[in-house]
């Protein structure tokens, strides 16, 4: 048997400090090596591709400005004829209603 200090790890970085300590010998059965094999076959992380639905809300802008312009016109006129459209004007709170409500 050779003296602990001649023995090197196998990566030759730094000498063992016991002669039975090998990283491999420690190891249990198949440390690491089963994890390893299902991580390359797991599915679990992976997106199904049929269930994919990226929703763009800028698509069709044009289209859909257009569909609302009569809506939008609508409620134009109606501010300038000093209606209150969207309750900004505050006419809709009561007398014992202020910002600390909110």
């Given at each position: 048997?050779a003296?602990?200090?001649?023995?090197?790890?196998?990566?030759?970085?730094?000498?063992?400090?016991?002669y039975n300590?090998?990283?491999?010998?420690?190891?249990t059965?198949a440390?690491?090596?089963?994890?390893?094999?299902?991580?390359?076959?797991?599915?679990r992380?992976?997106?199904r591709?049929?269930?994919?639905?990226?929703?763009?809300?800028?698509?069709d802008l044009?289209?859909?400005k257009?569909?609302?312009?009569?809506?939008?016109?609508?409620?134009?006129?109606?501010r300038?004829?000093?209606?209150?459209?969207?309750?900004?004007?505050?006419?809709?709170?009561?007398?014992?209603?202020?910002?600390?409500s909110?």
């Amino acid at each position: 048997m050779a003296s602990i200090e001649g023995q090197t790890s196998k990566q030759g970085q730094a000498p063992l400090q016991n002669y039975n300590e090998d990283a491999e010998q420690l190891a249990t059965l198949a440390e690491g090596k089963v994890a390893d094999a299902v991580k390359k076959t797991s599915t679990r992380d992976q997106p199904r591709k049929d269930d994919i639905k990226i929703e763009d809300y800028a698509s069709d802008l044009d289209r859909k400005k257009a569909e609302q312009a009569e809506a939008r016109e609508e409620i134009k006129s109606q501010r300038k004829a000093g209606v209150d459209v969207d309750g900004s004007l505050g006419q809709g709170r009561l007398s014992n209603e202020d910002n600390s409500s909110v």
